[in-house]
Structure formats: C-alpha cells, structure tokens
C-alpha cells in the first residue's frame, strides 16, 4: 500500500513543476501570431488613412490647378498657351498640361487635357469660331506616391483622383 501512495505523490508533485517545453513553444508561438496580425492591422488602418487623407487633398487640388490655369489661359498668361490656342485645338495627347505641387510630405503630379465639346453632327456645340461660345471639357488628373497613374501600388490600390470641368469662351475667370 505504500508503494501506491508514493507513485500519487510523485505525479502530483510533476504536475506542480510547470508548463513542459512543448507548451511553452506552442504558447509562443500562438502570442507571435496574434502580435503579428495586430500590426499588420494597424499598419493597415495606417495605409487607409493616409490614402483618403491624400485622396481629400488631391480632390482640392484638382479643382483648384484647373481654376489656376484657366485663370492663366483666359489672361493669356499661360507660357505657350493663349486663350484663342485653348479654343482653336484640342491638347495633343503626347503633350498635355503636365506639373507637380509638393504638399506637405507628399508630391501630387497633375496632366490635364482639354477637349473641344461636339454634338452628334460633329458641330462644336456652343456655336463656331465667329460666335466666340464654344464648350471644351478640362480633364484633370492627379496622382501620388507612383510614378505611374494608372499603375496600383500593393496595398493601397491606385492614388490617383480626377476631375472634370466644362467651360466655354464666354465664361470670366477674374477673382
């Protein structure tokens, strides 16, 4: 009867000793693991943030380098560009209105592109030359973070946002 009292003693006193090795490793391994997807987590909410801050950005931007530069053309104080060459042709696909502004940390690149307006006969509508109140459309895109605007960077999909804006010889630009 002894010898059955000693042997529950002594797997008692096993049990007292701790956790074995192989529970430590699983137990570390399981915390790793959460760690790990916390971070990548929050780097991830970290991504989103700055994508829709700078998303909000370039959509203030896009409108205001078509107001700049509308402003210029209508004064005729864009380089290159007159107020009659913005309404006599449409801009070249290989040489739109091309820039970048630095804001903050970031470098938001720009292209517009401007297109004469047409109905279905192919008329310009707003009228001809003579009538001075012709239509163009102003297209605008801006983009960051990649060289490329129709390129996706992993993770975040494409940065880039645009805009449109119609506008005609007759309209005043002066602020």
Same mark, same amino acid.
Not at 4 to 19: P, T, Y
Not at 113 to 134: H, I, L, M, W
């Given at each position: 009867?002894?010898?059955?009292?000693?042997?529950?003693?002594? !797997?008692?006193?096993?049990?007292?000793? =701790?956790?074995?090795? !192989? *529970?430590?490793?699983?137990?570390?391994?399981?915390?790793?693991?959460?760690?790990?997807?916390?971070?990548?987590?929050?780097?991830?909410?970290?991504?989103?943030?700055?994508?829709?801050?700078?998303?909000?950005?370039?959509?203030?931007?896009?409108?205001?380098?078509?107001? *700049?530069?509308?402003?210029?053309?209508?004064?005729?104080? &864009?380089?290159?560009? $007159?107020?009659?060459?913005?309404?006599?042709?449409?801009?070249?696909?290989?040489?739109?209105? *091309? =820039?970048?502004?630095?804001?903050?940390?970031? &470098?938001?690149?720009?292209?517009?592109?401007?297109?004469?307006?047409?109905?279905?006969?192919?008329?310009?509508? =707003?009228?001809?030359?003579? *009538?001075?109140?012709?239509? /163009?459309?102003?297209?605008?895109?801006?983009?960051?973070?990649?060289?490329?605007?129709? /390129?996706?960077?992993?993770?975040? =999909?494409?940065?880039? $946002? $645009?805009?449109?804006?119609?506008?005609? &010889?007759?309209?005043?630009?002066?602020?």
């Amino acid at each position: 009867m002894s010898r059955v009292v000693w042997n529950i003693r002594r !797997a008692s006193s096993r049990s007292k000793l =701790g956790f074995s090795v !192989a *529970e430590l490793v699983i137990c570390l391994g399981l915390i790793a693991i959460m760690s790990l997807s916390i971070v990548a987590l929050i780097l991830q909410l970290i991504r989103g943030s700055d994508k829709h801050s700078n998303l909000a950005a370039g959509n203030v931007l896009a409108q205001q380098i078509i107001t *700049e530069k509308l402003q210029s053309i209508y004064s005729d104080s &864009e380089p290159g560009l $007159t107020k009659d060459q913005f309404f006599d042709n449409d801009s070249p696909p290989a040489a739109p209105l *091309e =820039g970048f502004v630095l804001l903050g940390t970031t &470098e938001f690149t720009y292209q517009m592109t401007y297109q004469t307006v047409v109905n279905s006969g192919g008329v310009p509508v =707003g009228g001809n030359v003579a *009538e001075k109140n012709r239509l /163009k459309r102003v297209d605008i895109t801006v983009w960051w973070w990649t060289d490329d605007p129709h /390129k996706a960077r992993f993770g975040s =999909g494409y940065l880039r $946002t $645009t805009a449109t804006r119609f506008v005609n &010889e007759k309209m005043d630009f002066d602020v």
